[in-house]
């Protein structure tokens, strides 16, 4: 038996690394943990050394204390690991394999995983459909900013590296395959983006960019990233995306001076509920923004992608609808131009293989264009900070020290 150290939420803007029990094929009580949860066994699933795991947007909010997680829940569901135990289930991962771990829990079971609807299994979570590791309302499987981290259903979530070499080797783009990477090409792939098209990506942040990549892959002539964050615009303009400052005022004008006219093909909504103004408003939170901005800007019959996070609690919103999700948004802008809208959780396992795939024949990049960055779990908690105050970085924590430097 080893020992194991986690990174924690404290209590809003406050992280820790913390001694944690070593896993085991049972889920125990703990922070966040649903109590039907308590005392279930989990014969089909494997333990994990971390190789790496990465600090996520979604990580950020509850950080910043807009979620109502509980204090001291382990957190990080951006996971990549090698397996050093697998329960007596598991049946064809085996000890030794380096593996890409899908944010999303699911049981592979159930009408919707056998739909593909990974982000909404209903058997995982006794809350609502949908889960995820040391994320608040999720299950409470425990999150995998640790040393070693137990992950269920193996056979059927975990996806395998072909060559463990080439694997470590590529190891900093191929951790984008837990989460970003799939949730920004779901949210450009979900807005139709495709060959020739014109994609506009509200937020520059790691998914973002994950989003602007993708669109690129998929084939699109331009794609444009809205944010008021300069070093996050530059950032995406390192790899040939157009760029536009919302500080200056609404994306339209600002489309117009790069396109011709004011609207796109694709919108990509990558920032969420802790929207902000823009303009004169910039500086005042406004979570509809977003979402109303881009059903101004995307063409009639075009498509919106919203991998940005929304929730049913947030008690740092400003006015009693917000706190409990309900915004004012211009659904009748967007019934008149008949757009379209996808929602919720990534559903990985969709596109993680083939994501891959791209990755290991270089046909893409994404770790250069998210400009990761590994450092230590005990340095969580600068990182959290760094990111936090807008850097245009993307957190790796690197727990067992597979990343050299």
């Not at 889960?131 to 640790?146: E, F, I, L, R």
């Not at 506009?200 to 990233?225: D, K, T």
């Not at 396992?349 to 891959?356: A, E, G, P």
Request: net charge negative.
């Amino acid at each position: 038996m080893t020992g194991n150290r986690a990174v924690a939420y404290k209590s809003p803007g406050v992280v820790e690394v913390i001694d944690i029990d070593y896993p085991s094929f049972e889920l125990k009580d703990g922070p966040g943990v649903n109590p039907q949860n308590v005392g279930r066994k989990v014969p089909h699933g494997v333990i994990l050394r971390t190789v790496t795991t990465n600090i996520c947007g979604s990580d950020q909010h509850m950080v910043r204390g807009r979620t109502t997680a509980p204090s001291n829940l382990v957190l990080g569901h951006e996971i990549t690991g090698e397996v050093v135990e697998v329960g007596p289930d598991v049946e064809f991962i085996k000890v030794g394999d380096i593996v890409s771990v899908p944010f999303n829990i699911s049981c592979g079971r159930c009408r919707n995983c056998k739909e593909r609807k990974t982000g909404i299994c209903l058997n995982v979570n006794p809350d609502r459909p949908g889960s995820a590791y040391g994320y608040v309302d999720m299950g409470g499987w425990v999150g995998g900013q640790a040393e070693y981290v137990l992950v269920p259903y193996a056979d059927w979530n975990l996806l395998k590296f072909p060559d463990r070499d080439q694997a470590l080797e590529k190891i900093m783009d191929l951790t984008m395959l837990s989460d970003i990477f799939p949730t920004g090409f779901h949210g450009a792939y979900s807005a139709g983006a495709g060959v020739g098209s014109t994609v506009y990506v509200a937020g520059a942040g790691p998914v973002g960019l994950a989003a602007a990549v993708s669109a690129q892959l998929l084939g699109a002539a331009v794609v444009i990233v809205g944010d008021m964050n300069e070093d996050r615009l530059a950032q995406a303009r390192s790899f040939g995306c157009e760029t536009i400052d919302l500080s200056k005022g609404e994306p339209g004008e600002q489309i117009e001076q790069i396109l011709g006219v004011p609207e796109v093909d694709a919108g990509v909504d990558a920032v969420g509920f802790e929207a902000r103004g823009h303009g004169k408003d910039a500086d005042h939170e406004a979570p509809a923004t977003v979402l109303n901005s881009l059903m101004t800007i995307t063409a009639a019959g075009g498509a919106l992608g919203i991998p940005g996070l929304y929730v049913t609690g947030d008690p740092g919103a400003e006015d009693k609808a917000a706190q409990v999700g309900s915004l004012s948004i211009r659904l009748g802008l967007g019934w008149a131009k008949s757009l379209s809208f996808t929602t919720g959780q990534c559903p990985v396992m969709r596109y993680n293989r083939q994501l891959m795939m791209a990755i290991l024949h270089d046909k893409v990049h994404i770790a250069k264009a998210v400009n990761a960055q590994a450092i230590s779990l005990e340095d969580a908690p600068r990182g959290y900070a760094e990111f936090d105050a807008g850097a245009a970085t993307k957190y790796v924590l690197n727990p067992n020290g597979y990343v050299k430097s």
